[in-house]
């Protein structure tokens, strides 16, 4: 059988230094959140600027909480995304208006019905497995029980990206134990919200690869 590599992906990136330093590092996609009451919004010029300096074949994924269509079509035509992530209360309708792939992230409880909320996403590109906060949609650096996604079945699904307060000291455990398509992870690799550190990055990125 084919051994499959857990992707990475970076979220919150506001500097371009740092959107650098997590590709030299090996990470497959970045993450933008164009949500304004996040530390780690970064507005439209800023992302222009960042998405610009990327190499290809880096992913680009706006990250965005219960938006407006017009403020989500408003990003897209301005800056060049390859994903759409959203992270509120979005039904499939809205996550397929944009003719873009989406990821559907779902913050989990010990009482969440995982399967029962995936099947209404059926055409998300992957679903991102987050903690729950009542205030907060994601970068809590928050854990979850690891345990609530035992019993995820492993075909007929699509692909589970694990987020939730990953950073190097626990990530390879979480790789081990459940074989993610891919981790996700922002305040895990930070000096303060939105200043990534590519020391930080860079041993993420190594316990991702040592934990396979």
Not at 21 to 31: E, F, H, K, R
Not at 60 to 84: E, M, P, Q, R
């Amino acid at each position: 059988m084919t051994k499959t590599r857990t992707r990475i992906k970076i979220c919150g990136i506001t500097r371009t230094k740092d959107a650098l330093a997590a590709v030299s590092c090996g990470v497959d996609a970045l993450g933008l959140v164009f949500v304004q009451a996040s530390p780690r919004h970064v507005p439209i010029e800023q992302a222009q600027d960042i998405v610009r300096s990327l190499p290809a074949l880096v992913s680009k994924v706006g990250l965005f909480v219960d938006a407006s269509v017009a403020d989500v079509t408003n990003i897209i035509n301005k800056v060049s995304l390859d994903y759409l992530q959203f992270h509120g209360d979005e039904e499939e309708s809205f996550c397929t208006a944009f003719s873009k792939p989406y990821i559907k992230a779902i913050r989990i409880k010990p009482e969440t019905d995982l399967l029962k909320i995936i099947s209404n996403y059926k055409t998300a590109a992957a679903i991102l497995i987050d903690a729950w906060h009542p205030d907060i949609a994601g970068g809590t650096g928050e854990t979850f029980d690891w345990a609530l996604l035992n019993n995820l079945p492993k075909r007929d699904i699509p692909a589970i990206i694990l987020a939730g307060g990953l950073d190097q000291k626990n990530v390879n455990s979480a790789v081990r134990l459940l074989k993610p398509y891919a981790v996700d992870v922002s305040s895990g690799v930070e000096d303060s919200p939105g200043i990534k550190s590519a020391e930080k990055i860079q041993n993420f990125v190594n316990e991702v690869n040592r934990g396979e």
